[in-house]
């Protein structure tokens, strides 16, 4: 039996001695002869992908360069800051993008809803009334007929009815009974488009008119021909005479304002010393005029025996008016 076994022990032995080495995973192989450490290092283990080298060039790039706002007044501050400071104003800088662009779209959506209302503003503000409060208010009016108690919709019409008069008959037993219109339904509906046409021109009008208004506002307080307006609370005070009726337009709510604040009222005072006195020099010269004019007043000329004067004396004489 030992001698049977023998040949297939040393087979066997053979065949082991003939496995290559699988090295363990926590070894480190060593390199081959004539591969650097570092070659060694990069080769992937076998049966493994090859992990990406990460490179300086490879990383994010930082932006370097300032934002273009701040690029002309702190481009050279800019590159001495550290890249976290860098990296903390970008992420805030595009927060705030996130945010203009999240207000953008809410104001878009506004100026929607503003020009569908903008027809109605007037009728609004006959009513002591607030653009959302009447949007609301119709909602609600909506709701109640789709979704409300049938007492409630019975209740929501019949103040309706009453309310504005809708044509109707009060029947004895105090039911209504509504009247069907005489007119051309097509005649009615575009009597309503043209009412809404006429709305929407006065609307149009109105705009323009505001639009008008807050851009001569804009001028005359953009003027540097005016300084008192830099003055504190000089403004609200223009606000003030002008809602009060004290002034009727822009220029004299300033003039009038200009004695109401100590510093200009200063200067306002200045101006009317100086006025006073160039008055009183131009009424006084006046004076000297005419009286000089009279006849009678100026003894002229003084005659001169010129045959005893010298040419010097003469010449002398008649530069001053003497002769």
Do not use: C
Request: glycine residues 6%; without cysteine.
């Amino acid at each position: 039996m030992e001698n049977e076994s023998t040949p297939l022990r040393e087979e066997l032995s053979a065949a082991f001695e003939a496995t290559p080495e699988v090295p363990d995973p926590g070894e480190s192989t060593p390199a081959p002869e004539g591969q650097t450490a570092s070659a060694a290092e990069a080769a992937p283990a076998p049966g493994t992908q090859p992990a990406a080298v990460v490179t300086p060039e490879a990383k994010a790039p930082l932006a370097d360069e300032p934002p273009a706002r701040l690029k002309e007044r702190f481009g050279p501050e800019w590159q001495a800051l550290p890249d976290k400071v860098k990296l903390a104003f970008k992420e805030y800088e595009s927060a705030i993008g996130r945010m203009g662009n999240r207000y953008g779209q809410a104001a878009q959506r506004w100026q929607e809803v503003q020009k569908v209302i903008s027809p109605y503003e007037e009728m609004i503000r006959a009513e002591n009334g607030h653009p959302i409060r009447a949007i609301q208010s119709l909602f609600e009016t909506a709701r109640v007929l789709r979704q409300g108690h049938p007492e409630q919709r019975s209740a929501l019409a019949y103040g309706m009815v009453t309310a504005y008069k809708i044509p109707h008959i009060v029947n004895q037993d105090g039911s209504i009974t509504l009247r069907p219109p005489n007119a051309d339904p097509n005649l009615l509906h575009r009597l309503t488009q043209l009412e809404g046409e006429s709305l929407t021109a006065r609307s149009r009008s109105y705009q323009d008119t505001a639009a008008e208004v807050d851009q001569t506002l804009e001028d005359f307080l953009s003027s540097e021909d005016r300084p008192y307006l830099q003055i504190p609370g000089y403004q609200e005070t223009m606000a003030m005479l002008i809602e009060s009726g004290r002034a009727p337009d822009l220029q004299s709510a300033y003039n009038e304002a200009a004695w109401m604040h100590q510093e200009s009222r200063k200067v306002e005072m200045a101006k009317q010393a100086s006025q006073t006195a160039a008055t009183k020099a131009t009424q006084a010269a006046r004076a000297r005029s005419a009286a000089v004019s009279v006849p009678g007043n100026s003894p002229g000329p003084v005659a001169q025996n010129l045959s005893s004067v010298s040419l010097r004396d003469e010449l002398l004489a008649r530069l001053s008016g003497e002769i």
